[in-house]
């Protein structure tokens, strides 16, 4: 139930209340006072230009309400509590910031560096990471206190002998209480292991050149890091940390043509079907498909333009590609056995993300020049309805609380 | 938002807010008043031999409540809403209860039929499915109001030409919002499709002898049913329905020797890793290994006793092992890449049951004859916290709301 109906439906029941004289509960009257509800069904989608977000709720579709406050969000991610009742919002100016979402209240918010690019929470949901632009290193916050707990520089060796500091990309959670990154400058990758008395650093150094995002597989087994320096991508097998970072396919970037490209595309939230890893081609107007037991590169999927988000539907029958600029108002729908494109939407102008519901029904897609998010059913491709919000990038709902690397 | 609740709430709120005219936090001081906070930590262990719920907080490893009244639990299941605010509890006796989770409070219950196995909610998670022993069949109820929506009669021919109910089994939720069942008698598998206007069954003849529980992958992509009327299972593949119910594993069951079988191996809860999927013996003191691509037997696993829960962490390195009498005071752990047995631990008397935390860092274990739940680290093996129940069976968190087929 919208926060705003049960609302109105609260002062009407107030009279009737007086008599009933029952022991107090959780929800009240003030108008902006929070509601006793599941948290299961919410989600947030980030307003870049005001520095907002609009809290959602995915089982009514609708916006919630609007909260300020986050500072620069031009590049941000989100990620959840254990319990789902907390965002943390991190900004590109630093900012690490706790939206409630039970009372549409900021209860934290620190500028933990100049310049961030997303972060991480640790498996028990007891740490925040967060990766740095500038100065480049990863900062652990404890998730309750926003204290912190953990301050680790990405301090490499040029190649002129001294010492600098890497910008770091890709922060994830791993199994076992662990971050996993990736240092742009230094060509490496860290693990950042949290499940002792103190941290403890692993380092893999020449994992291929300017490491600039990263995911991790559904099981948190696989990592794997897009190199902008060189085609091809690093891979590390945390099952097998023994056998160090080994290159994966090798053709895979912007090759010897050097297309132009419009921007480079997202690894978070690769399509993973059964074996096959569908994964958004560099430059080119293609879909990419890959054999997981071998990472051989085993189909090209033609696409209508230069893929950035490539994400499965949670059923994995689906494939939802979303593209750069001058393609960014279409987003195209793969049957994930066929290979085939199987639909094209027009959700708006500047497709900037997308999230599914967590069962696969619906698919919410933003829009950012025209200010909507809208809700599709992934069955019919009907749209189910259309929400209004600032310039709306990243839409992240909560059951990511309960997924490995989300 | 269940109506019923909400107007519960709703009342008791108003008092509250009249008496005090200030924008009122909603944490409130009253003994048994519900406070506000996510749901995302949240879980039911099922205690069978009083018919009440343990309400548990998977954060702070504690029972927050204890709530009566749900009838006969000696074999009874659990599905979340959405929101993850409600759990459905299906009883023995036919009782459909749904518990409040943030109030504790039943605000809903009906006696749907004389005698169920178990349910399954609907992907959009409007509907609610009971399988039925006595009389048999399927009814589907509104998640809101609970009110009846679809009936669905298991009736079959019987081999003397007389129509007769079946015994349902195996009620899973499939995406497309169908719900999937065997029939017991009938030896068939049926498909509920609540999409459209009015239900639509599909029905799958001669499957097997006597189906008797049955799972769905993952990604809800392969229906799985147990025979005990012949070896080998059956196995429907939703991508390909026009290929109809296949057999598979030949050898899986009893066998020619006929072996005492204490009690049949629970199926849903498969581990998956990769594509091998590790899965109880019938009888006998083994694991069974199968290749996914194909469900060829590629590995037997000496366990300590007939196994009856074979589950994989969510990360899938480890799959856990619960036992028949009399070995059910042991659970063993079972190594994924090298299908060894690594630990063996003792949680108590007639251990029933066990649930990962949604990222796997922790177990929970109930020991019915011990009267005690167990947490355990999954990586360390220590024991965390040991907790209080009424012959406690199943654990239920809610992060199941968010997965296909749980």
Excluded: C
């Excluded at 600098?164 to 490496?188: H, M």
């Excluded at 056995?337 to 497709?351: C, K, M, N, W, Y």
């Excluded at 909507?372 to 709306?392: G, I």
């Amino acid at each position: 139930m919208p926060i705003s109906a049960s609302l109105k439906t609260l002062f009407a029941a107030a009279g009737l209340a007086l008599l009933t004289a029952t022991p107090a509960v959780a929800e009240t009257s003030g108008d902006d006072a929070p509601v006793l509800r599941g948290t299961g069904d919410l989600g947030v989608v980030i307003e870049r230009a005001t520095g907002s977000v609009a809290l959602v709720d995915t089982t009514e579709k609708s916006v919630l309400e609007h909260v300020d406050g986050f500072g620069d969000l031009s590049h941000a991610s989100v990620k959840f509590s254990r319990d789902a009742r907390h965002a943390f919002v991190f900004g590109r100016d630093g900012g690490l910031t706790r939206l409630d979402l039970l009372t549409g209240e900021i209860d934290g918010r620190i500028i933990q560096s100049g310049n961030s690019i997303g972060g991480a929470i640790s498996q028990d949901g007891r740490y925040v990471a967060v990766g740095n632009y500038e100065p480049g290193g990863v900062k652990v916050f404890d998730a309750e206190t926003l204290e912190l707990v953990a301050d680790v520089p990405a301090d490499y060796e040029t190649d002129e002998g001294e010492t600098a500091q890497a910008k770091v990309v890709g922060v994830v959670d791993a199994p076992g209480n662990r971050f996993v990154f990736s240092l742009f400058e230094a060509n490496q990758i860290w693990v950042l292991d949290m499940s002792g008395d103190e941290p403890e650093v692993t380092k893999y150094r020449d994992i291929g050149s300017q490491p600039y995002d990263a995911l991790i597989t559904a099981n948190g087994r696989y990592y794997i890091a897009g190199l902008f320096g060189e085609d091809g991508m690093a891979l590390l097998d945390l099952w097998h940390p023994e056998k160090g970072v080994q290159r994966i396919l090798p053709d895979y970037g912007r090759g010897e043509e050097r297309l132009p490209v419009y921007k480079m595309p997202h690894l978070e939230g690769w399509a993973m079907a059964g074996d096959q890893a569908f994964f958004p081609a560099v430059g080119r107007h293609e879909v990419l498909v890959a054999d997981t037991d071998d990472w051989s590169l085993t189909d090209r999927i033609e696409v209508q333009g230069q893929p950035i988000f490539v994400m499965s539907r949670p059923d994995e029958r689906q494939v939802w590609v979303t593209f750069a600029h001058p393609d960014n108002d279409a987003v195209q729908v793969i049957d994930s056995r066929t290979h085939e494109v199987i639909e094209t939407l027009s959700p708006g102008d500047s497709v900037l993300h997308k999230e599914f519901t967590p069962r696969g029904e619906h698919i919410w897609i933003s829009a950012r020049d025209s200010d909507t998010v809208t809700v599709y059913d992934t069955r019919t491709f009907e749209k189910l309805a259309t929400l209004e919000a600032e310039s709306p990038s990243g839409v992240f709902f909560t059951y990511r609380a309960h997924r490995i690397g989300l």
